[in-house]
């Protein structure tokens, strides 16, 4: 996991180096693990720069024209969170005092807060955007000390997400942008299909197995899930 | 023949089973006439939870007219606040001309018992689920809506029909009208939904409306599969 602490150009004097601040207990957490079987639940948030709040509570501009996307799958009960995080026009290098400049921060729209998780910063996946994937095992630390002592991420689970997904916002941050980047809160999304229809009567149920049924052209065709039901073809009674 | 749907032990089967709105037959039909052109009852069913009374299919297939246009009430299952800013209004009503559907729609949640996406109880009624992107943002605005129950087609039977270039007009709390094109028509085994493919955070102003197709399975009264018709603000 790649661990983000530029200095400032012409800083007097050193940053802190992050891990040895907040109790020593960086590396013992923040596992990376293989995915989950299951997940508990799902997140997105949609970042951009016009949502930075800065630690003062004041409103800053993040980089113009930047966007990210951020998608979490949660298993709360193994305490495990798989993040797929896509940015486009944000511009390194990163820069934050925490193990890394992606994260999980704790607070609604218009605040600011601490983080509460990290993760590896996006990096360039060769079609102009950065992007960072993977999954951790908390307890998760980020490096960063609380008031009152410890790390911000010492308390922290994943059922907090859950509980509230509204009170956590995704961001990176840059040297250029050291309040943020980009950022979005987080919104869920439902596991699984859509439960919607039980009559029989669908044409579709009689009829055509492609999966992109009708493209605009030069729309993207996107391809079917991966071990769709071509084959699946059930014998009905 | 259609009969007519008994709604009261109907839909309390239904809410309580989940899947793919595993509807049961009716029981003990009456043998009264589907009225062909009564609009259905108000989106009393959905809001408050309560087996509709009247709701219906009529014998043309053509959807129910938004009368006046309600605000949406939320459903049982209360959804989590939406995240975008609350400046912008909330989608309230749907309307694609060239397939005849004209719906209010249902703010919908999450089901805890699977976390699947909650659709409403009304088979004649849209959904928009409520934790997402609304027109304007940075996230798709979802909808939901069944493509069918045993006593005929629902409100989004004839999705599938949606070429690309097809117009979907989406009415805003506001009054205004956000008009969006169809771009593409996907089909997704429901087992196999890539949900941030449907769900997540996209680039662009995004509609998708999502219904049942493919197999379907009798035992389970549900379809394997999910259509995804994806449309892009104009």
Redesign the interface.
């Known amino acids: 996991m790649s661990v983000s602490l530029a200095k400032k150009a012409g800083a007097a004097g050193a940053v802190t180096i992050a891990v040895l601040v907040g109790g020593g207990s960086a590396t013992a957490a923040d596992e990376e693990v293989p995915e989950p079987a299951s997940f508990t639940s799902a997140f997105t948030a949609a970042a951009t720069p016009d949502e930075i709040i800065n630690p003062d509570g004041m409103a800053v501009a993040g980089e113009e024209g930047a966007t990210g996307t951020f998608n979490f799958r949660i298993n709360s009960d193994e305490e495990i969170i798989c993040y797929d995080i896509m940015l486009n026009g944000v511009t390194p290098p990163y820069m934050s005092m925490a193990r890394s400049a992606t994260h999980i921060h704790e607070a609604l729209a218009g605040q600011s807060g601490p983080p509460r998780v990290t993760f590896p910063d996006p990096e360039d996946a060769g079609d102009g955007t950065l992007r960072s994937s993977g999954c951790l095992q908390g307890p998760f630390t980020t490096g960063i000390e609380a008031e009152g002592g410890g790390d911000t991420g010492d308390g922290f689970t994943l059922k907090e997400i859950e509980a509230n997904p509204a009170e956590y916002y995704g961001d990176t941050h840059t040297m250029d942008f050291v309040a943020g980047a980009v950022r979005g809160q987080l919104s869920q999304v439902p596991l699984g299909g859509v439960p919607t229809g039980g009559g029989g009567t669908a044409p579709n149920e009689r009829g055509s197995t492609n999966m992109a049924l009708y493209v605009s052209a030069g729309a993207i065709v996107i391809a079917a899930a991966a071990g769709a039901t071509l084959a699946r073809r059930r014998v009905t009674n | 023949m259609r009969s007519r749907r008994h709604a009261g032990v109907v839909f309390g089967l ?1 809410l309580a089973v ?6 049961q037959p009716p029981t003990g039909a009456s043998s009264a006439p589907i009225p062909t052109s009564e609009p259905p009852a108000p989106t009393t069913a959905a809001t408050t939870g309560e087996p509709a009374t009247t709701s219906t299919i009529s014998e043309a297939s053509t959807p129910p007219i938004a009368t006046a246009v309600p605000a949406p009430t939320t459903s049982t299952a209360a959804p ?6 609350a400046v912008r209004p909330a989608p309230i009503a749907v309307r694609i001309p060239s397939i005849g559907v004209e719906s209010v729609l249902l703010e919908m949640g ?1 089901r805890t018992e ?4 909650e ?1 409403p109880e009304d ?1 004649d009624v849209a959904g928009w ?1 409520a ?3 609304r027109p304007g ?3 798709p605005t979802v909808l ?11 409100v ?2 004839r999705l ?1 029909e ?4 097809t117009h979907i007009e989406v009415q805003l709390a506001d009054g205004t009208v956000a008009v969006y094109e ?16 449907v ?5 662009r102003d995004v509609l998708r409306l ?10 389970a ?7 995804v018709v994806t449309a892009v603000r104009m």
Do not use: M
């Not at chain 2, 989590?80 to 800013?85: A, D, K, L, Q, S």
């Not at chain 2, 169809?182 to 493919?197: A, G, M, N, R, Y």
């Not at chain 2, 999502?210 to 035992?219: A, H, L, R």
């Open positions: 239904i989940g899947g793919c709105a595993e509807a989590t606040p939406p995240t975008t800013p999450i699977d976390g699947a996406a659709v088979y689920y934790n997402g992107s943002g940075r996230g939901v809506g069944h493509v069918d129950s045993t006593s005929g087609p629902a989004f039977y599938h949606l070429a690309p270039g169809v771009e593409i028509t996907e089909q997704f085994p429901k087992s196999q939904l890539p949900i941030f493919e769900f997540g955070a996209t680039e999502v219904t049942c197709t493919g197999q379907f399975d009798y035992e009264r549900s379809y394997f599969d999910n259509l």
